[in-house]
C-alpha cells in the first residue's frame, strides 16, 4: 500500500523557517519523481516544486525560487525514503496546506497534507 506521510507543517512568523518531510512508503522510491503541492485557503491546488529520481534535478515555482529547496533520502534499504521541502523567509501567502505527490502511470498519490500558517 502507497503511504505518503508529511510531517513539519506549523505555525511561524514572517520571514521564519519550517523544514517539510514526506515519509514513503509502498512503492519504489528511488525511480520516482516527487512534488510539493499546496492549496491555499479557498483557492486551487499549486504546484511548489519538484525534484527527479536518478539525476536529482529540481524545479521550483517562480513563487518560492530563491527560498524553498526541494531535496530527497534514497536510502538504498528503503529505511529513509523521504522528500524534503525547506522553506525559508517564509511570506503570508506561503500559508497553505502542502501536500507531498508522485504519479504512476495515470495515477496520482497524496500524502494527508501539513499545514503551513505564516502569520505575526
Known amino acids: 500500500e502507497v503511504q505518503l506521510v508529511e510531517s513539519g507543517g506549523g505555525l511561524v512568523q514572517p520571514g521564519g523557517s519550517l523544514r517539510l518531510s514526506c515519509a514513503a512508503s509502498?512503492?519504489?522510491?528511488?525511480?520516482?519523481?516527487m512534488s510539493w503541492v499546496r492549496q491555499a485557503p479557498g483557492k486551487g491546488i499549486d504546484w511548489v516544486s519538484a525534484?527527479?529520481?536518478?539525476?536529482?534535478?529540481?524545479?521550483?515555482?517562480?513563487s518560492v525560487k530563491g527560498r524553498f529547496t526541494i531535496s530527497r533520502d534514497d536510502a538504498r534499504d528503503g529505511s529513509k525514503n523521504t522528500v524534503y521541502l525547506q522553506m525559508n523567509s517564509l511570506k503570508s501567502e506561503d500559508t497553505a496546506v502542502y501536500y507531498c505527490?508522485?504519479?504512476?502511470?495515470?495515477?496520482?498519490?497524496w500524502g494527508q497534507g501539513t499545514q503551513v500558517t505564516v502569520s505575526s
Open positions: 525534484i527527479n529520481s536518478g539525476d536529482g534535478a529540481t524545479y521550483l515555482a517562480d
Open positions: 505527490n508522485y504519479r504512476q502511470g495515470y495515477q496520482d498519490y
Open positions: 509502498g512503492f519504489t522510491f528511488s525511480s520516482y519523481a
